[in-house]
């Protein structure tokens, strides 16, 4: 998947560590994600109130560990397992590569997502399918997002206020 977000390289690799932006446009309820070699990349979702016919409820726990990270460039999570929230076997290994490259404007830069595995039986297929459409939207909202951060930090304080 791959998209172009009107912010700097540094920017959007922080929206992939920060837990407030992980909240924001991946709709993360919980996550520990260390930007260094061997660090923890986990993110959680609340559960779906809907049930896929061969994965079970959606939602649940993806974690892996931080195998390479170039600040500013590249994160590379191995060793990925997507956990159901309810009963369910796990999924994994896979591995999860995110690329950020600066565009002829440092303004912007081109992010590219690849979630990957080496199985290939019907819920692998049907896992893929489904993150597919998965980060096609989350990459959506990660480029509103950044793009119009201020309105999201307005929105914010508005909501803190009593």
Partial sequence: MRTVVQAPVARVMQAFFSHTDLAYWWEAERSVTVARPSGPFAITWPASESRDEMLGQLGGTLHGTV??????????????????????DPLGPMALEIMCQPDSDPQFTRVTVRQSASDEGP???RYFA???HGWTDA??????????EWLYRVKTLKQAKP
């Avoid at 195998?67 to 060793?79: E, G, S």
């Avoid at 909202?141 to 950044?146: A, G, I, M, N």
Wanted: hydrophobic letters at 40%; proline letters at 8%; aromatic letters at 16%.
């Fill in 67 to 88: 195998m390479d990270y170039t600040p500013d460039r590249a994160l590379f999570v191995a060793d990925v397992y997507w956990q159901p929230p309810a009963a369910g």
């Fill in 123 to 125: 819920r692998w297929q």
């Fill in 139 to 148: 990459l959506a909202t990660l480029k509103d997002y950044l793009e119009n």
């Fill in 130 to 132: 489904l993150t597919e």
